[in-house]
């Protein structure tokens, strides 16, 4: 299985493709997806989106593990958040593939064991489940990988 996990956003999107065909995860790409404020939110989100394509052409996943978002503070950034998955959704379709949808508290509990980890605890424990080449920049990235992982724990439980 060849998973795509996505932390979706708007200004910076994590990306990671995780292939598990030799029976252990591996990292094949890992990266952000970044947009400059100082463009209109369309241009941002065809920019997400050709990230987003540009990825699932070469590398070819079956599945996209994406996380569920929630705001309860900032509408605007919820807003923008949305319209970001929403791209990202509208593509994996397009391109076939399944979707699974996973809380943070979801992958939380599938990466650390506990569903209120901190940033720290999934970094470590991502780590030690997966060989990361490129120690990642940004926690959206550490993000995407751990869905990815996430995606296919559930999927070998299923």
């Known amino acids: 299985m060849r998973i795509i996990g996505i932390d979706p956003g708007y200004d910076r999107m994590g990306i990671a493709v995780i292939d598990n065909a030799s029976g252990k995860e591996t990292l094949l790409y890992s990266d952000c997806v ?4 100082k463009q209109t939110l369309p241009e941002r989100l065809k920019i997400i989106g050709d990230g987003f394509e540009e990825v699932v052409k070469k590398y070819k996943p079956t599945t996209l593990a994406i996380e569920k978002i929630y705001f ?3 509408q605007k950034t919820a807003i923008a958040v949305a319209g970001s998955k929403g791209v990202i959704q ?3 379709a397009k391109h076939g593939l399944r979707v699974a949808e996973f809380t943070p ?3 939380k509990l599938a990466v650390a064991g506990y569903g209120k980890a901190t940033k720290d605890q999934i970094i470590k424990m991502t780590s030690l489940q997966i060989k990361v080449e ?3 920049r ?3 990235e550490w993000d995407a990988i751990a869905i990815g ?3 296919l724990a559930r999927a070998k439980n299923r």
């Not at 970044?34 to 404020?37: E, I, K, Q």
Request: proline share 9%; charged share 20%; glycine share 4%.
């Open 149 to 151: 992982l996430t995606g």
């Open 90 to 92: 509208y593509l994996a």
């Open 134 to 136: 490129k120690p990642p």
């Open 34 to 37: 970044t947009t400059s404020s």
């Open 105 to 107: 508290s979801e992958m």
């Open 72 to 74: 309860t503070v900032n």
């Open 138 to 140: 940004h926690d959206d």
